[in-house]
């Protein structure tokens, strides 16, 4: 091989060497980024993500599981709420595949049964601005009963940082 064929080989090396490395760099820069929130608040994250139109939104109250199912994490939200004679509990909110699914204990805290209710909800953002709304039934509940409520809807709702419910009469 002659001197000049070695140095063009080389040149091809180092030029691919260089390439490889810029598209590695280029694909890291763009994977979900998770930075710590620095509130103060144990455990909660912000996520960035880029929306349908490549704007990037943040997820404060959201924690993606293995599964990709988005989970929130807003401790007022997940707080005990009162609402005439329920008491709602346990309250969790997922989205996965585009369906946002609300799933609460209902508890009759009355001494009497009460008959199937509909219900209004209403999906809060951190400034108390609504987010989304949505009607739900709770069954009839005999007294000190609990039972479960789910709500579902084909918006991502998952990022909310609490709710209001409003019993229909």
Known sequence: MK???KQMILVLIIVAVIIIAVL?????????KVVDNSTGNTGTSV?????????TETEEFVERLEDGTKLNVSEKLA????????????????EKNGESRLIADVK???NAKIGMKFA?????????KEITSTD???????????VQLIASVTTDFSNAYDFSIQIVE
């Open 3 to 5: 001197k000049s064929e």
């Open 24 to 32: 590695v760099n280029v694909r890291n820069s763009r994977q979900e």
């Open 47 to 55: 996520q960035t993500n880029p929306n349908k139109s490549g704007v």
């Open 79 to 94: 707080q005990t709420k009162k609402v005439g004679n329920y008491e709602i509990s346990n309250i969790q909110i997922t």
């Open 108 to 110: 009759n805290t009355s």
């Open 120 to 128: 209004k909800l209403v999906l809060l953002d951190k400034e108390g």
């Open 136 to 146: 739900a039934i709770i069954g009839d509940v005999e007294a000190g009963q609990t």
